[in-house]
């Protein structure tokens, strides 16, 4: 079975979605919410997720473990004409264990992590072949899976965070395309050494007994598994909206003076003093900034306030986070980090290595103070 390109008409109408761990290395972030409901321009992660599948699926089944009831509870059973399931994952017992917690699936279905931000493309593109999954082009392939290939284009397995990667190995970005065939292979996987059942021991499995093709991912992927990369992808989305006119609530109140520059995204509510600049920045519902404030690559959380002469790089304050008067949240960038992520040159290299401070919800900072770069309270 060779690689091959995406089919016009893709016949699958069911996707898969991953969404039930805690991630504790998204905290602060997720120390209030699950992952999915990460704030993203002012919508949640798991909406931009499903975004790129309207018009494609049908239905979806969402995994969800963590504050699962806020996940139902924020989705409801539809969204964008899109019939949404949920389902308990009772036992954080690895990624195939989020499968198997769905039961058989008698039909073909995508299956995707929900921390993910991935292109349409590229999940319409593992649907050229019965059992596929992307490959993508990444700087540094050591810290992924990484696409067994042999011959005719067939994938054998996945190789785990190899130390000596070949050159111009694909890593695996977490987008697959599988049918009822899956369920009898999933009953197979024994416990990594973590204690873990590994969806990518899966591939494999059904290597052993058919082909399995793959998909060379054209588009975007933005992972959000720390809060830098919920920046990342914050900055990401903002990047998308380049050209278009900035997103500005009618509830807004802008102050005289201020300046805005590059994409922005101001919510419901907020209030901007005299003379503000804000630079491809997000503005959550609530969020206040203080005469003078300087706010650049960053996202302001709902409720959130920052006062007045204050400097704000490259940073996320959570909800009702509070920077005083004069306080310096400086960034920098560290060249020394290899960011995963593959914003299909949207953002630059540098923008991605940069940190300034990430905020708690209702962190309080004191008037005057500057706050280190690569900060998380």
Wanted: glycine share 14%; with cysteine; aromatic share 4%.
């Amino acid at each position: 079975m060779s690689h091959s390109p995406a089919p016009a008409i893709c016949a699958t109408r069911h996707a898969v979605i991953l969404a039930a761990g805690e991630s504790k290395r998204t905290r602060p972030l997720t120390a209030h919410r699950p992952k999915p409901l990460i704030p993203l321009l002012g919508r949640p992660l798991l909406a931009h997720i499903l975004d790129e599948m309207v018009g494609l699926v049908e239905r979806a089944t969402l995994v969800v473990g963590y504050r699962a009831q806020d996940v139902a509870a924020a989705f409801g059973d539809t969204y964008r004409g899109i019939a949404l399931r949920y389902v308990r994952q009772a036992q954080m017992n690895g990624t195939a264990g989020a499968l198997l917690a769905v039961g058989q699936i008698d039909e073909p279905f995508f299956l995707l992590y929900g921390d993910n931000l991935v292109a349409q493309a590229d999940i319409l593109g593992v649907c050229a072949v019965r059992h596929s999954l992307a490959g993508m082009h990444v700087e540094d392939a050591r810290s992924f899976g990484v696409l067994d290939i042999i011959g005719g284009g067939r994938v054998r397995g996945v190789i785990e965070k190899p130390t000596s990667p070949p050159p111009g190995a694909l890593a695996n970005p977490g987008i697959y395309h599988l049918d009822a065939a899956a369920f009898p292979a999933l009953a197979q996987i024994v416990p990594s050494p973590r204690g873990e059942y590994e969806l990518t021991d899966l591939v494999g499995l059904l290597a052993a007994t058919g082909p399995v093709g793959y998909h060379v991912c054209t588009g975007f992927w933005m992972p959000v598994g720390t809060p830098w990369e919920a920046l990342g992808a914050a900055q990401f989305l903002l990047a998308r909206r380049a050209g278009l006119r900035e997103q500005i609530s009618p509830t807004a109140q802008i102050g005289a003076g201020s300046q805005i520059i590059g994409p922005v995204v101001i919510g419901d509510g907020c209030v901007v003093g005299v003379g503000c600049v804000i630079e491809r920045s997000a503005l959550e519902a609530g969020a206040t900034l203080g005469d003078g404030a300087v706010v650049r690559n960053a996202v302001i959380g709902a409720g959130a306030h920052v006062g007045a002469g204050c400097v704000v790089e490259s940073s996320w304050l959570d909800d009702g986070a509070v920077v005083g008067a004069g306080a310096r949240l400086r960034a920098q960038t560290y060249d020394e980090l290899r960011p995963t992520a593959n914003s299909a040159g949207l953002l630059s290299h540098e923008l991605l290595c940069t940190r300034g401070a990430v905020l708690g919800r209702g962190t309080t900072i004191a008037p005057g103070a500057d706050v280190a770069p690569g900060t998380i309270i």
